[in-house]
């Protein structure tokens, strides 16, 4: 079975520190992972994803096999940072899993 | 191409009544996923489509939740009866790979 797990429901950091938003999961296979944000009023969109290995808007996020993690970070927070951050994951199928997100809120 | 369309965006209704969540996905799409969303549980997969039939229902609730994709241009989602348990936001996504495109959500009440 597939599982995502984010062990934090709130995350708040003061503006230009780092984040770590946690994302662990558990698939037998090779799975793709995914970070999905949702902005305030907004729909719910892709950030990044791993086999990209891109930074979008400063984030990054980095596979771990060993650890089964795939944590999202960004070295400065900003004000418009702040949104709901799903990770999710996907085997087959194209069908998605998500974790219960987690908020993240940036203050002054 | 606007996107995923979802309507209505919000829908107020009184336990017992039928409640129909219509979804057009983006043009091209083979995938239609719905999903609902609610704070205690966070983003549900209740149920997807490829190319219009359904292949796993198996986080739609109970039977009094169905799921019709009768092109592939459209989609809807029905609650009959509906209750109050079933206020959350339902989203519709659609995908042409493993990238999903999702909608702006219903948001539904049941008093």
């Known amino acids: 079975a597939q599982r995502v797990t984010q062990p934090e429901k709130l995350l708040s950091v003061f503006k230009g520190a780092p984040v770590e938003l946690k994302c662990n999961y558990s698939?037998?296979?090779?799975?793709?992972l995914f970070w999905y944000v949702q902005y305030s009023r907004q729909r719910l969109q892709l950030l990044l994803r791993?086999?990209s290995r891109e930074s979008i808007k400063g984030f990054t996020a980095d596979l771990n096999k060993g650890e089964t993690s795939f944590h999202l970070k960004k070295p400065f927070a900003q004000e418009e940072d702040s949104a709901m951050y799903y990770c999710a994951l996907t085997g087959t199928a194209s069908k998605l899993t998500f974790g219960t997100g987690t908020r993240l809120q940036v203050t002054l | 191409d606007a996107g995923v369309i979802q309507s209505p965006r919000h829908e107020v209704t009184e336990m017992g009544q039928e409640v129909t969540l219509r979804c057009k996905p983006i043009s091209g799409h083979d995938y239609l996923f719905w999903y609902r969303q609610t704070m205690m549980r966070g983003l549900e997969l209740l149920i997807y489509f490829n190319n219009n039939v359904p292949i796993d229902d198996s986080g739609m609730p109970e039977d009094r939740f169905s799921a019709k994709m009768p092109n592939a241009s459209f989609s809807t989602l029905k609650i009959q009866p509906s209750e109050p348990r079933d206020s959350a936001v339902y989203f519709c996504?659609?995908?042409?790979?493993?990238?999903?495109?999702f909608g702006p959500g219903t948001r539904l009440t049941v008093l």
């Open positions: 996504a659609s995908s042409p790979n493993n990238e999903q495109f």
């Open positions: 698939y037998s296979g090779s799975p793709e």
């Open positions: 791993h086999i």
